[in-house]
């Protein structure tokens, strides 16, 4: 079992920065591969970038990439998402996502077995 506690969100003007958090309880949490999600009002929960157990492999949707990038810290058992160039069209609720999983990283909202609560992210034009 793994809980998942995401932050840093926040209201941040066009343009801007922000670095979110997901901070997991127990052990094991290098043995996770690990991804962020967003969802908008009134908008399905998308795919936003994945990482696998050891860092060294990493996706992203094709809107972020250039702008955010995903890494974590197996020491400290955290995943974060860097997020510059923010555009209104990021505003979301961020979530963060866990795989138990050494193999690959994943896409699908389905392919994660354990998610947070969620950080909203509001990006002011």
């Known amino acids: 079992q793994v809980q998942l506690v995401e932050s840093g969100g926040g209201l941040v003007q066009a343009g801007g920065s922000l670095r979110l958090s997901c901070a997991a309880s127990?052990?094991?949490?290098?043995?996770?591969?690990m991804g962020w999600f967003r969802q908008a009002p009134g908008k399905e929960r998308e795919f936003v970038a994945a990482?696998?157990?050891?860092?060294?492999?990493?996706d992203y949707t094709d809107s972020v990439k250039g702008r955010f990038t995903i890494s974590r810290s197996n020491a400290k058992n955290t995943v974060y998402l860097q997020m510059n160039s923010l555009k209104p069209e990021d505003t979301a609720v961020y979530y963060c996502?866990?795989?138990?999983?050494?193999?690959?990283?994943?896409?699908?909202?389905?392919?994660?077995?354990?998610w947070g609560q969620g950080t909203q992210v509001t990006v002011s034009s």
């Open positions: 127990g052990r094991t949490f290098s043995r996770y591969a």
């Open positions: 996502a866990a795989r138990y999983s050494t193999v690959a990283v994943y896409t699908r909202a389905h392919e994660y077995d354990y």
């Open positions: 990482i696998n157990w050891s860092g060294t492999t990493t």
